[in-house]
């Protein structure tokens, strides 16, 4: 049985979900699924992880002081090694944009992010290039894979499974010559804009940063996570971990609300895949109303305040 790697990223204990469609992904009869673990109590995420079919839990210690990316990479690197996978799968996630490089480096592997179709036999994956017009298909030679998948973009389906749980030591005094002085949460509300199923963005239409208020307090009623066009995010309204497009984050969410929001071509690359698109846009004719699912045309600050209060009365 070849086995292939996964990264699990946990937030507060559990397992994010969008791991889940990344096992779902990687899962096939002549493969076993072996979790790696980072610093964190993996013994929480046990049934979790049985439940989409991983047969291998690697619980890995570095005993490192916090995040640290360089320290990290090299004790997934010495995990793999122990376990002799050759092929790692991770999320385009902050966390796998700061490991997975790292990796493939050490591997000298080749490296794919943002995947949005892997096929481990053949090493090809899909990928979307040039604001997301065309999709490339890229085939890899070597002796080791790294890849990033796009969240989301398999819908995760269980396959239960009984799965060992081994402990990892990473002793190596290794710094790799960084060392993290602060850790800030930047924006965007308590989710990572790529793993959330519901987003409303902001752009222009909403005029200052104050007004981002109005977005926060819909998305905390969705459960949803904000996100911006760049014109936003240019004018120093919100962080740039928010913006959504060919520069920013690419989502692929079942909603992505655009709330004065033109949709330009850059900003359509990064959420034109979201199953529903809904505008909110006082001009008619703005690019957004031909390419979305349902809209509506009127004021944003009429129609965020009556969404707000029709939702806050659903919830009670
Ligand atoms: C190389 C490159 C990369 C780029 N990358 C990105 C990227 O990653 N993401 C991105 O978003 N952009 C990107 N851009 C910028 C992009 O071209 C657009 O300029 C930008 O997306 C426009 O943002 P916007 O829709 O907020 O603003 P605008 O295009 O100005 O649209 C504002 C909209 O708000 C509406 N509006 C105004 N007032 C209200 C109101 N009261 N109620 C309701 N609606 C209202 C208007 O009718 C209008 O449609 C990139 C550009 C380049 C050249």
Redesign the pocket.
Known sequence: MQPIGLLIELKDGHVKETNFGVATAARAENRQLVALVVDAPADDAKAALEAYGVTRIVNIRTGSDGWNPAVHAAAVVAAMQENEITTLIGLTSPTGRELLPRVAARLDAPLIMDCIDIDLDAHRVKTSQYSGKTIATISMTGSHFIYGMRANVVAPLKAPAVAEVIDFAFAADLRGGFEVMETRTDGGGSQYLAESDIIISG???L?NAENFKLLFDCARLLNAAVG?????VDNGWVPYAM??????VKVNPKVYLA?????????F??MKTAKTIIA????AN?A?MANCDYYAV????D?LPALEAALGSVKR
């Open positions: 752009g222009r239409g005029k911006a066009s760049r014109v936003a913006q959504v497009g060919q520069t920013g709330v004065g929001i033109s949709g330009s071509i850059q900003h690359a990064g909110i846009n006082t001009d703005a957004i009127g004021d944003l600050f129609i």
